[in-house]
């Protein structure tokens, strides 16, 4: 079993990013648009405000409050896209429940979509296109390139569909000629369908949901799973790690797998938009 270590792989292509950084006449900038006082929320924009600081990239956080209109969030995002200094626009979710996020994905520019969120970039990646693509399922592509894990040909099955990792992970392994089966929570016979899996991603937000005896022997795992399960005191991913290590050719921790893959392929989007 190899670990496939994020931390190591996020920081090869950090040093690469300082590199490119240097060779740019725009310098890239980051406008991060957060509603209301979501914990988790602050503690990732910080995160990103670190990275962008790191690889000096110019980072604005617009901090809207709980009851804000709708049309005042678009009013912003509309001036946000006119600005020519602004080159990345990211909307942390989530947002509060009476605003429509879909209305306000698809009004980011999508020149400045850096989370792939856009209708227009959905359409684009799912027609093979070059596009921005949500940045968990595409870092997760370069997990596998970085450890040469070839997609071409392989069973590859997403558990879970969600916007944001499941059904894009579905969308770039079939454009890297993956044959793809995404199972959801009406999907009957669970187990079987992730017995035939080569390459196994798992995004559903249950600890330890995925056992040994659902995985095939020499599989390659996959964990974007991120749970607090307060009697462990620990983070604990969507995958049985201890037991399902066992039996897989490759598999990514949790933490330090996919997570650190998140951010850095963020960065490279919005570096993207400055070139």
Excluded at 106 to 120: M, Q
Excluded at 251 to 261: D, F, L, S
Aim: one cysteine or more; aromatic letters at 4%; hydrophobic letters at 40%.
């Amino acid at each position: 079993m190899i670990l496939i270590d994020g931390k190591v792989i996020s920081q090869k292509i950090k040093n690469d990013l300082k590199r490119k950084m240097n060779t740019l006449i725009k310098k890239p900038s980051l406008a991060v648009i957060r509603v209301g006082e979501d914990d988790a929320s602050k503690i990732y924009i910080d995160l990103k405000r670190k990275m962008c600081e790191e690889l000096g990239i110019i980072f604005t956080e617009y901090h809207l409050d709980e009851d804000i209109q709708q049309e005042d969030l678009l009013g912003l995002i509309h001036r946000l896209n006119a600005d020519e200094e602004t080159t990345a626009i990211l909307l942390q979710s989530p947002i509060p429940y009476h605003l429509n996020i879909l209305e306000a994905f698809k009004a980011i520019s999508p020149e400045k979509d850096v989370d792939g969120f856009n209708p227009l970039n959905v359409g684009k990646l799912a027609i093979g296109q070059q596009t921005y693509a949500p940045c968990t399922p595409l870092g997760i592509m370069k997990l596998l390139s970085e450890y040469n894990i070839n997609v071409e040909g392989k069973n590859c099955v997403v558990v879970g569909r969600s916007n944001i990792v499941g059904r894009p992970m579905a969308q770039l392994l079939l454009n890297a000629n993956g044959t793809v089966t995404v199972c959801h929570s009406k999907t009957k016979d669970l187990k079987k369908i992730t017995m035939e899996a080569d390459i196994l991603v798992v995004a559903i937000g249950r600890p330890g949901y995925i056992t040994a005896d659902m995985v095939k022997e020499g599989a390659v795992v996959i964990d974007v799973g991120i749970n607090r399960v307060s009697y462990m005191k620990k983070i604990v991913g969507d995958v049985d790690f201890e037991n399902v290590k066992r039996k897989c050719s490759y598999i990514t921790p949790v933490p330090g797998g996919v997570g650190p893959m998140t951010i850095i392929t963020l960065m490279e989007n919005v570096i993207k938009t400055a070139e």
